[in-house]
């Protein structure tokens, strides 16, 4: 076949033939019509050829995967005409890429897209390919052969699933583990274990995963506050009500072209959603009335943000263990805590029997321990004082 003269070297010497016409059936280029009046050609216009070592069907579109990312994923590549060569990316979607995974013996696929694949070497030989979902090869669905406007940046790499049952699709796991119950979201899905992306990944989603995987309820950690994942990022976009029973029976988007495993959703679920020791509080220190504020909440003790926390604040916190007032001791005079940062933005009247009855926050991404709370309480509030007269 013809290769566009940009992607042949100029040549030199004479122009010889222009207006080359050949039927088909000649045994020599000279049989063919042609014009020997080449003033209007340059070198330029040098015409290229690829000529085919094999024009058997016998092999004809066996595939293969190239640069391999994983068993399962990596550049298509194709042998066509007796040579192995490339896809262009050009129109080729996911049904397309299904075809070729069960040519390749799964059962099913993906695209991956050109960027996220090494470039390829030797002949693209496909472009435009476009699959109705039948087919058992891919040289059965429609394509375009002539490639001259693709480069190796676009070469198709593709994910073929192992597994298409139902029966252990949407499995939940935390991975890299913070605590028994908080870590990186994982999902087991067409058969491997991969992440979910952050975008719009909210409490409520965080929610249904943890009652999924047994706990009561649960909230989002910020995928800044979690290890990176490997392997693929199944889900994006995840949307639930709060009612599903499994994450997969959310909404949610497959196409995750655009999320990077630093993006990794990491979700936080309760050890107990019960009110019945909700908001205990002690005080962590080296005296019994003076130290870092931890507050028990979902089950778990962890640390007051000092966001707006103030005297008054401290005031009733005390008053909750048993003292008669208190003050607020700068988070910088108290050792900083570890596990969660439960509450933030703390804001009381005075008036609360329990730090938990005031107005809080319970999005505290933005605090570190360094802001823990400390409180002083008072052993002892008089209620008369004598005037002194000197």
Known sequence: MEIAAS??????GTIWFTDVACSGSESQLVNCTYNVHTAQCEHYKDVGIHCFFNCSTEDEGTLRL??????????????????WGTVCENYFGDIDAAVACRQLGYCSGMVIAASRVQDGQGTIWFTDVACSGSESQLVNCTYNVHTAQCEHYKDVGIHCFFNCST???GTLRLGSKQAENKGRLEIHYKGEWGTVCENYFGDIDAAVACR???YCSGMVIAASRVQDGQG???LTDVACSGSESQLVNCTYNVHTAQCEHYKDVGIHCFLNCSSEDEGALRIMGFIENEGRLEINYKGE???VCDNYFDDGDAAVACRQLGYCS???????????GQDTIWLSDVVCSGSESKLVN??????TTRCEHYEDVGIHCFLSCPTEYKAYVY
Do not use: P
């Open 212 to 214: 999924q995987l047994g």
């Open 66 to 83: 190239g640069s391999k990312q994983a068993e399962n994923k990596g550049r298509l590549e194709i042998h066509y005409k007796g040579e």
């Open 358 to 363: 005031c107005i809080y926050n319970v999005h």
């Open 167 to 169: 029966e252990d699709e």
């Open 7 to 12: 992607r042949v070297q100029d040549g030199q």
């Open 301 to 303: 003790w962890g640390t």
């Open 232 to 234: 693929t990022i199944w």
């Open 326 to 336: 208190g003050m607020m001791i700068a988070a910088s005079r108290v050792q900083d």
